[in-house]
């Protein structure tokens, strides 16, 4: 089935440490994307990526990290550096980041620190 | 960038249709106007988009008034399933645009 899956569901961090969450798609998308979700919340942009080797920052970067060596892979690194990092966190793909093109989102992978 | 104002939460009773109302008063002419739902503890589900006319597909509809700041999600007939929160965006067409989520609408269904 093509999608996109994060993994891995939740995820549980001790202060300090840094930690990677996995994003894969199998759409053949160009872009990516990473949001947070806080509880109530509306999503907000992490990073983006329009093109394999490229990323962008979004509205609330500082404290994470990405890559994009391959086209069907975007991780995300939160590091110590991240103050509160205990949230939601959604990955999403789309053909490009055109205003007429669709994203879909993976389920999401909840962070808690401890 | 343009923003959205969506009603904060809407009850609608099972079977019956439901409005869900959108204002985007600053929308520019290179804004799609995208809906987005989302469950509880899962990611968000495309549901919609547009530019200048109404669409349809087999999920919902979509009534983008003439002036383009305003717009109706149209849910024909609710079922407890779509009991959710329903987020009004705009895309714009220019390079570099991402989804921007608001609060959205809390779409609440009684059986």
């Known amino acids: 089935d093509g999608g996109i899956t994060q993994s891995p569901k939740y995820l549980f961090r001790k202060e300090g440490q840094n930690v990677t969450l996995s994003c894969e798609q199998n759409l053949n998308h160009d872009a990516m994307y990473w949001y947070r979700q806080d509880p109530g919340q509306g999503l907000r942009l992490i990073y983006y990526?329009?093109?394999?080797?490229?990323?962008q920052k979004g509205d609330i970067a500082e404290g994470y990290s990405v890559s994009r060596e391959k086209k069907e892979s975007f991780p995300l690194t939160v590091t110590s550096a991240q103050k509160n990092p205990t949230a939601f966190y959604l990955c999403?793909?789309?053909?490009?980041?055109?205003?007429?093109?669709?994203?879909?989102f993976g389920q999401g992978t909840r962070l808690t620190v401890v | 960038d343009a923003k959205t104002t969506q009603p904060n939460s809407m009850e609608s009773n099972e079977e019956e249709p439901v409005h869900l109302p959108c204002n985007h008063s600053?929308?520019?002419?290179?804004?799609?106007i995208h809906w987005y739902r989302q469950l509880p503890s899962q990611g968000p589900e495309y549901v919609i988009h547009?530019?200048?006319s109404n669409v349809n597909n087999r999920m919902a509809s979509l009534a983008i008034a003439e002036d383009r700041k305003s717009s109706t999600l149209i849910l024909h007939r609710a079922t407890l399933r779509d009991a959710a929160v329903y987020y009004c965006?705009?895309?714009?067409?220019?390079?570099?645009?991402?989804?921007?989520f608001g609060g959205g609408t809390r779409l609440m269904v009684k059986p």
């Open positions: 547009g530019l200048t």
């Open positions: 965006i705009l895309k714009s067409n220019n390079a570099g645009n991402m989804l921007t």
């Open positions: 600053t929308i520019s002419g290179t804004d799609y």
């Open positions: 999403a793909s789309s053909v490009h980041d055109g205003g007429g093109t669709e994203a879909f």
């Open positions: 990526s329009q093109i394999v080797n490229d990323f």
